[in-house]
Nanobody, 111 residues
Framework: VQLQASGGGLVQPGGSLRLSCKAS??????MAWYRQAPGKQRELVAT???????DYADSVKGRFTISIGNPKNILHLQMNSLKPEDTAVYYC????????WGQGTLVTVSS
């Protein structure tokens, strides 16, 4: 399974970005977004299970929304009210991190 994340970029605090993750070889049912900030460990940001049950890290709850697109080999992360502490490389993977990690997409929140 190859996972390719895209949609990152430079955004000002308070702005929005929409990340996408496309997979080859599978359709999504249980997936997650992770992020790794400079000098920190990778952390779980959001999960979606059975295609609709979502859960979020406290730090992003109310600001981020994870969803599965159409066709179902596309995963999205809508990020609103972005903060400088959201700056990180964002990755998609299963909730267990069982697939090979892709390169991720860099999100930089800065004025």
């Amino acid at each position: 399974v190859q996972l390719q994340a895209s949609g990152g970029g430079l955004v000002q605090p308070g702005g929005s970005l929409r990340l996408s993750c496309k997979a080859s070889g599978i359709y999504f049912n249980n997936m997650a977004w992770y992020r790794q900030a400079p000098g920190k460990q990778r952390e779980l940001v959001a999960t979606i299970r059975s295609g609709r049950n979502t859960d979020y890290a406290d730090s992003v709850k109310g600001r981020f929304t994870i969803s599965i697109g159409n066709p179902k080999n596309i995963l999205h992360l809508q990020m609103n009210s972005l903060k400088p502490e959201d700056t990180a490389v964002y990755y998609c993977n299963s909730p267990e991190g069982s697939y090979a990690w892709g390169q991720g997409t860099l999100v930089t929140v800065s004025s």
